[in-house]
């Protein structure tokens, strides 16, 4: 029975930096045979990045990065890598990038993986299953692949093991390639993965590929990539399991590290060949040329790290989302206002965790209808963390407009928002930073928010965070110190019931139900797709459905205009939830 020692890298890459990509698998390639691994396996469209989109039609993409994939392989060799298999994802094409009327199988763009040994591509694989679901467009890019590929590692004892080779969604359904590996007789099934991050999905995750073990009658090695991507962001949490299913190696989550972990696999038998197809795909037997030898010493145990609990998983997805999109997109700094509430502080807070107090600039924007609280809660959120904090009193702003236009009422009210989002935008032109807003998923879905005012930014860390999970991160964050930084948010600022301060005596109560209310409301209404009638069966309140059904809807122009953020529920507005603006479907009509 030889032993593979398998290493699993789940690592950061960035969409269409190819060079920086490819320089990311050399060196975590080398880390690998340090360890001595046999085997090294990197995220799906590693040398791309994930998701590619609408770069998948541009065929200067698909030649650079079919260029950079035989160029990589070279690099391994040269760097003394050679004899180390590298696993890794890319985006292939045979004919046009664009798909059409006239693409076939093998033959359109494909989302592939290739396997790099001696300086070469030894063999290639395509994603058989296409996921075109939530966040998934695949049917939009992609053409599915139809041949197995299992390869044949030899030891220098004589003895050999099969490896198949599969990508992301092939282990998310049942049949096809696990089914297909099992025909084959394979002993290890690599996975590789760009699964994006959602509440308690690595919960999800154990069971599926312990269920495709047991489908394939195989180890299973699942490696995820780690980092942000516009609004996602993947938490690695790679796994190795044997072939009953048994959990064997895990991975941390938001962390880049190489899993390294011995597996004996049984002895392939060098007289049999696969069949011909199984499960509605070609089977292909690839040889590969090696003579490994079994590892010596101590065994290589991967180990398997805790998880996260949950309100300590979505704060690193949260943190980890803004720093790769500040990093990636090369801001300098953030600029965010704070008002003294909870929102505010809770991004402040996000923010200081991701790039560091010195690059987080939190303004001040005082009006007349500031409270004193708010003045003094939003200096002590600075003194805690440590940004840079500045005061910008808006009232003269304010009045020179209200000197100008008569205003009153909501119009009044909204244009104190809209000046703090010119003071915002202003600081952000002259001194290069990225606009924060603050607002919260149960404000984005009904609409409380001013239009070109508080929602004005680039980036909104709590796009898909509900109030009521906002204040859970707030007591949470408050009893931890990552980055050293302990209590940052000013309990005042948690304890206060929360106001937007555009009247005297305002409260977010006077214009919406409580939030514990509206966010169970928003839950089934949103995430769940569930109609009126649905909503009111699971007792929730006729009018109080009426009410928000009729905010939820009426606010889609509003949401088509707000800045991007980062996922972390099974259904976030923006690419998982499109609605039409113009619609006059109203439920219970």
Known sequence: MPTLRIALAQVNSTVGDLTGNATTVRAFAARAQEAGAHLVAFPEMMLTGYPIEDLTFRESFVQASKAALAKLAEE???????????????????????????????????????????????????????????????????????????????WADGTAADIALSVCEDIWQPGGPFTAAGAAKASLVVNINASPYERNKDDVRLPLVARRAVEAGAAVAYVNMVGGQDELTFDGDSIIVGPTGELLARSGQ???????????????????????????????????????????????VGGVAERLPDEAEVWGALVLGLRDYVEK?????VVVAVSGGIDSAVVAAIAVDAIGPKRVVGVSMPSAYSSEHSRSDAADLAERTGLDYRVQ???????????????????????QARVRGVVLMALSNQEGHLVLTTGNKSELAVGYSTLYGDSVGGFNPLKDVPKTLVWKLARWRNTVAPGGIAAPIPENSISKPPSAELRPGQLDSDSLPDYEVLDAILAGYVDGDLGRDQLIAAGHDAALVDKVIRMTDGAEYKRRQSAPGTKISFKAFGRDRRLPITNRWREGS
């Open 393 to 415: 009193p808006i009232a003269p702003m304010v009045d020179a407009f209200l000197g100008s236009l008569t205003l009153t009422g909501l119009a009044e009210e909204n244009l």
């Open 329 to 333: 997109n090369r801001f300098k700094s």
């Open 76 to 154: 391994l060799a040269a760097d003394g890598l050679g004899e180390l298999a590298v696993v890794v994802g890319y985006l292939d094409a045979d004919g046009p990038a664009r798909l059409g009327a006239d693409s076939t199988v093998r033959h359109g763009p494909r989302d592939s993986l290739a396997l790099l040994h001696r300086g070469s591509v030894v063999t290639t694989y395509d994603k058989h299953h296409l996921p075109n679901y939530g966040v998934f467009d695949e049917d939009r890019y992609f053409v599915p692949g139809d041949t197995l590929t299992v390869v044949r590692a030899a």
């Open 254 to 300: 938001f962390t880049s590290e190489l899993l390294v972990h011995d597996l004996d696999l049984p002895a392939a038998d060098p007289e049999w060949t696969p069949p011909g197809a199984a499960a509605g795909l070609t089977l292909r037997l690839q040889p590969l040329a090696t003579s490994w030898a079994d590892p010596t010493g101590d065994r290589a």
